[in-house]
């Protein structure tokens, strides 16, 4: 008999939706489809479900263009994992935790003067722009 048991519990990832969203997650939604940069005000924070979620495609009228972000604190993982991004993916001089990219595809993901404490990329299939900073060594 064959047992197939699972390394991890399976992660549960919270949905958002543009009706619920906070002042910054409102400016990603509606600048996610036409690309627009969103400018973090001090203090903001988005949660990393939300961009993994608009960055996919996951509930949006339209592919979007490229997510755009910059100055914003980025709470929880940032967990690509076996995840096809729908669009560029472009963080300037954010704060995250952990990143994963393992097994990700991605037209890019560019990290500019980011700072994050862990970074996996094993198998990273896509373009991954080499200017960024880490809050510890990789």
């Known amino acids: 008999m064959l047992m197939i048991v699972p390394l991890e519990s399976p992660v549960t990832r ?11 997650e ?9 690309g627009e940069e ?15 979620q608009l960055a996919m495609g996951i509930h949006l009228p339209e592919k979007p263009h490229r997510l755009r972000l910059r100055g914003a604190r980025i ?7 076996a995840a096809t991004l729908r669009c560029p993916l472009e963080l300037t001089d954010c704060e995250l935790g952990s990143v994963n990219l393992e097994q990700a595809h991605a037209p890019a993901i560019y990290l500019l003067g980011c700072r994050f404490t862990q970074l996996r990329a094993l198998f990273w299939a896509g373009s991954l722009e080499p200017w960024w900073r880490s809050a510890s060594s990789i």
């Open 14 to 24: 919270k949905i958002h939706t543009r009706r619920g969203a906070s002042g910054i």
């Open 26 to 34: 409102r400016r990603l939604w509606d600048a996610v489809v036409p």
């Open 38 to 52: 969103v400018v973090a005000r001090p203090a903001e924070e988005v949660p990393a479900d939300l961009i993994r």
């Open 75 to 81: 709470t929880g993982e940032l967990d690509f994992e």
